[in-house]
């Protein structure tokens, strides 16, 4: 703890280049500390342009980095400044280290990537280091197929980052279902370092506004897609369906998600607006709640969705 303060701080890093799966689980690990521990505030650092979209619970807070955006080729490149990426980068290490210096956690959590975006975290990570806070790597259960994490954990120095800065690797599933490092040929020092923490639990909002979408009525079939950069082809499956036979008996409400291609979204809310049994929106923060009023889902799969 923080010399000379009575409360407890963690800081959370995600770096958040694509959908939301990332902010979702930072989320809600932020979420359970605080209501697990009274005099603990948690601050997590994102890249996502629409963690502003979601509510946080009381000492909870964010720093919005500047985003950026992997492209198909792989390469970088900054979300919204017109700036060169190593700009981009260089702005947010610089972010994060001075917010890390300034708020002094008692532990640093850095979601997925050991060394941060391109190696944005580095400095923060010997910081922590020198300072003797302890650094956490939290990896959700199923990541990259072994052929191509071994090769991409090897270019990034990953096993030297894992021994020189971090105390402890979380795995947020269960060793019965996944080992996502399985393959992957670490060491066996690695392996002692993991904790599984089980699947991260999920809750029915208790307060908010009831979404009622127009035309439809519970129970509905929901149809989500996560962020919705690659959800195209379910939602247009749907669509389809519908399309196909207006007869089919439960109505659906579809969740595009906020980074689907703005063309795809045009076409698919015009598309939906023609169906009677079909109602679709772009996002909604407490996805949850539809979940439980509904009759089925169609979805993608992901790690928050599953949860």
Request: aromatic share 8%; hydrophobic share 40%.
């Amino acid at each position: 703890m923080g010399q000379g303060r009575n409360s407890k701080r963690v800081l959370i890093y995600s770096h958040d280049s694509f959908g939301l799966g990332h902010l979702r689980r930072c989320r809600e690990i932020a979420h359970s500390l605080v209501g697990a521990e009274s005099n603990l505030s948690v601050l997590i650092l994102s890249g996502s342009p629409i963690i502003g979209s979601f509510d946080f619970r009381s000492r909870v807070d964010f720093v919005r980095i500047p985003g950026v955006i992997k492209l198909r080729n792989g390469e970088y490149t900054s979300l919204n400044l017109h700036i060169d990426i190593e700009q981009t980068l260089a702005i947010r290490a610089s972010i994060v280290e001075h917010t890390a210096n300034i708020f002094d956690p008692d532990l640093f959590i850095v979601d997925k990537e050991p060394l941060g975006l391109r190696g944005e975290v580095r400095r923060t990570l010997a910081m922590m280091q020198a300072r003797g806070t302890p650094c956490v790597l939290g990896l959700r259960d199923v990541m990259d197929d072994p052929a191509i994490l071994k090769p991409e954990w090897r270019r990034k120095n990953v096993i030297p980052a894992l021994s020189a800065y971090y105390d402890a690797i979380w795995v947020y599933g269960l060793p019965q279902i996944c080992n996502p490092l399985a393959g992957l040929g670490v060491p066996d020092w690695v392996h002692d370092r993991i904790t599984y923490t089980g699947y991260l639990n999920r809750h029915v909002p208790e307060t908010g506004p009831l979404f009622v979408p127009e035309k439809i009525a519970d129970p509905f079939l929901l149809v989500t897609v996560g962020g919705g950069g690659d959800g195209e082809t379910i939602i247009d499956w749907v669509l389809s369906a519908y399309e196909t036979d207006p007869d089919l008996p439960d109505p659906a409400l579809l969740v595009l998600g906020p980074f689907m291609g703005s063309q795809f979204q045009a076409e698919f809310l015009q598309r939906a607006a023609r169906l009677d049994k079909v109602v679709a929106i772009t996002i909604y923060a407490h996805i949850e709640s539809l979940m439980a009023r509904a009759k089925g889902i169609v979805c993608m799969g992901g790690y928050n969705t599953f949860c």
